[in-house]
T-cell receptor, first 110, second 112 residues
């Protein structure tokens, strides 16, 4: 199946520090999606990456898809308390199932 | 558009009771999913459907059943509730296999 591993499981940073989470697969993926879940909330779609080596930015968030399409990363520059939550990745495109990685929980200390 | 609507939001069940968690979407999406999320943990796929009349097992289907008689509705049935089924349940839908998924607000279920 299209299992992915996310690291780290948990990270806490001081407000203003950068944060990166990684999503790794043992097989080549078609696409990768990223979601964010705020504490007590439901997952919300952030972005989908499709092309090898693709880089997309959303304000302070930078998403990258590896050249081999086996890994992806999400980098947040200068974290804010609004970035608190759990970030999930999920393979997409050609898979009927939507299976998420275990997620990375981000805590931001003011 | 309401998006994905789940009912109820909260429910307390006694061991051995049964219940149906309702999920409906008004976006004409083909793909629908049920997940459970235990405290501090990730999303585990219970069942999914790629269209009306088609359902399939996910990662953790035991103790649950689903049906998909219409495009809009995807109810999840718990037949004999057990404490291990205490969790938050999310329903999600998407139009195709490579489009974004939309989630409902979740149902918080406690089995005592």
């Amino acid at each position: 199946g299209q299992q992915v591993m996310q690291i780290p499981q948990y990270q806490h940073v001081q407000e203003g520090e950068d944060f990166t989470t990684y999503c790794n697969s043992s097989t080549t993926l078609s696409n990768i999606q990223w979601y964010k879940q705020r504490p007590g909330g439901h997952p919300v779609f952030l972005i989908q990456l499709v092309k090898s080596g693709e880089v997309k930015k959303q304000k302070r968030l930078t998403f990258q898809f590896g050249e081999a399409k086996k890994n992806s990363s999400l980098h947040i520059t200068a974290t804010q308390t609004t970035d608190v939550g759990t970030y999930f990745c999920a393979p997409s495109g050609g898979y009927n199932k939507l299976i998420f990685g275990a997620g990375t929980r981000l805590a931001v200390h003011p | 558009n309401a998006g994905v609507t789940q009912t109820p939001k909260f429910r307390i069940l006694k061991i051995g009771q049964s219940m149906t968690l309702q999920c409906t979407q008004d976006m004409n999406h083909n793909y629908m999913y049920w997940y459970r999320q235990d405290p501090g943990m990730g999303l585990k796929l219970i069942y999914y459907s790629v269209g009306a009349g088609i359902t399939d097992k996910g990662e953790v289907p035991n103790g649950y059943n689903v049906s998909r008689s219409t495009t809009e509705d995807f109810p999840l049935r718990l037949e004999l509730a057990a404490p291990s089924q205490t969790s938050v349940y999310f329903c999600a839908s998407k139009r195709t296999d490579d489009t974004e998924a939309f989630f409902g607000q979740g149902t918080r279920l406690t089995v005592v």
